[in-house]
């Protein structure tokens, strides 16, 4: 939902620049709050398979007593969750990135039309410089979270529970940046310095 929410405003970014002086801030209000009505429902849509074919077994041997959690879908459903799960993950990255590349043109398009003497490369280059932040960031956060999205594929039995700390510490490790928004957008850019 994090990687959404950011390409949400990534957007809003992007229909700043293009609607200009035309942008209203209200009507933009009533379609964020829509908006995320729509992401939230979308995701426990197409994440509530999970919790109907997931399943609880108590293993008692005499080595050890440990509770299993078992996810068993059948073929269809496995095709259908990890078209979810790559969904999930692939397009706020991909919204990210168009609304950077649209924010950062339009602003330069615009700049060329007020400073003739420069040309559209030039100040392109400028916007890209200035604006690099729009493009590191979203990098950042899906490579932390391809982690999480390849440990989401991987279904392992697991021997000892050492196996189970390095699954928990590779998801959790996965967590860390979306929850770092602060250092990822607000530190390496220069509007707010």
Not at 130 to 145: E, M, R, S, W
Request: proline share 3%; glycine share 2%.
């Amino acid at each position: 939902m994090d990687q959404w929410l950011n390409a949400c405003v990534a957007t809003e970014r992007a229909v700043t620049i293009i609607k200009a002086t035309y942008f209203h801030k209200q009507t933009s209000k009533k379609i964020a709050k829509i908006v995320i009505v729509i992401l939230v429902i979308f995701t426990i849509g197409t994440s509530i398979t999970d919790l109907l074919y997931r399943r609880l077994i108590d293993e008692d041997t005499e080595d050890y007593k440990r509770i299993w959690c078992i996810v068993s879908y059948p073929s269809s459903l496995k095709i259908f969750n990890f078209i979810m799960h790559t969904f999930h993950f692939m397009t706020p990255f991909i919204i990210n990135l168009m609304s950077a590349i649209i924010l950062i043109t339009k602003k330069s398009r615009r700049r060329s039309n007020l400073q003739i003497n420069r040309s559209f490369k030039e100040l392109l280059k400028e916007q890209i410089r200035q604006h690099k932040h729009l493009f590191t960031a979203p990098v950042l956060l899906v490579i932390l979270v391809l982690l999480r999205l390849i440990l989401s594929f991987v279904s392992k039995c697991m021997k000892s529970t050492n196996d189970a700390w390095l699954f928990l510490i590779g998801y959790f490790i996965s967590f860390i940046l979306p929850m770092l928004t602060f250092v990822v957008f607000i530190l390496p850019s220069k509007f707010y310095k």
